[in-house]
């Protein structure tokens, strides 16, 4: 399969930066399409095995082997079917997953299956990647990734350094990734804008249609403009908790190393550092001063689940000129 830009129909959402939001009418026919833009059914196969909770890594394996399994494999009973259409038939599944495709697509979202060449390659090497990624933005070429996170309440050291190290990794041409959430996330995104032409990919846990935190749709906005929003999700009305800590294989999984700035050692960005060094991503965490006690006992904590220590700004740009891919 190839690249394909995508969108799908009838909502009453109103969304961030996918605007206006428009409904069309379709035709019931292999091809739902809109003024030359089409969704064919095989990609709405995609699309809706992709919203199966989780996918197992041997299934993914299978998928790779012989991409016609996704079909099969959407169907089985309890599958994602009956909880996006509470229990309609597959095929009324299918309609519902085009319909949104083709809304997608007139808004500008770009779709990826995991056997398009244009997936991105680090993404698609972790055990579980999302069978397709949803992305909106000026960014369609993932490589050159670096993660950035932390806590969603950061002191005043984490925050300035957050935004000091997403405008200095920003400005020396890498992507900066990071989550959109509160605290850290926030904080990186807006540095890695603040640097002449920095770019910037965020990934959210929900589909494009929303943002969350809600206060962020601003910035959202902007790293649309001077970068990307992502996700794993286009189908689903309520992603459950779940997404937001599954996503974080997917920060990591973009990128060619990660940097955690604070953390109390627990939490969600605990989880974002197991996947990274799961997946064999260069984990680093930044030293904290003294006075910052908190900071201090999760700089600890990670450096004893394998990060390294990462003294200063300048220390991670140089770590990120020798890990990353020339530019």
Known sequence: MTRHPNSGVQSSRRNAFIHPWVTYKYPHDRLIHVDGVEVDRELALWAVANERSHWKSDEIDTIRRDPSTVGRLARLKGGVQVSLAGGTTFDR?????????????????????????????????????????????????????????????????????????????????????????????????????SAPAGRTVAVSALPLDRVYPPENL???????????????????????????LRRNRIISGLSFAHFIVETSGTGGTRQQAAHALSQGRPLYIMEPPASEAPAVAGFREMVRLGARPCPDIDAALDIARGAGPRR
């Open 93 to 193: 599944t299918l309609d519902e997953a085009r319909r949104t495709l083709l809304e997608m697509a007139v808004c500008g979202v770009n779709v990826f299956t995991l056997m398009s060449p244009d997936y991105p390659g680090r993404l698609s090497s972790i055990p579980d990647p999302p069978l397709v990624l949803y992305s909106i933005g000026t960014v369609s070429i993932f490589d050159g990734c670096v993660a950035v996170s932390g806590t969603r309440q950061p002191s005043e050291w984490g925050s300035r350094t957050a935004e000091r190290l997403g405008e200095a990794l920003a400005r020396e041409g890498w992507i900066v990734t990071s989550g959109l959430a509160r605290g850290i996330d926030t904080a990186v995104h807006a540095g890695a804008l």
């Open 218 to 244: 601003e910035l959202a906005c902007r790293i649309t403009r001077r970068g990307a929003v992502v996700t794993e999700h286009a189908l689903r009305k309520d992603t459950g908790k779940v997404s937001f």
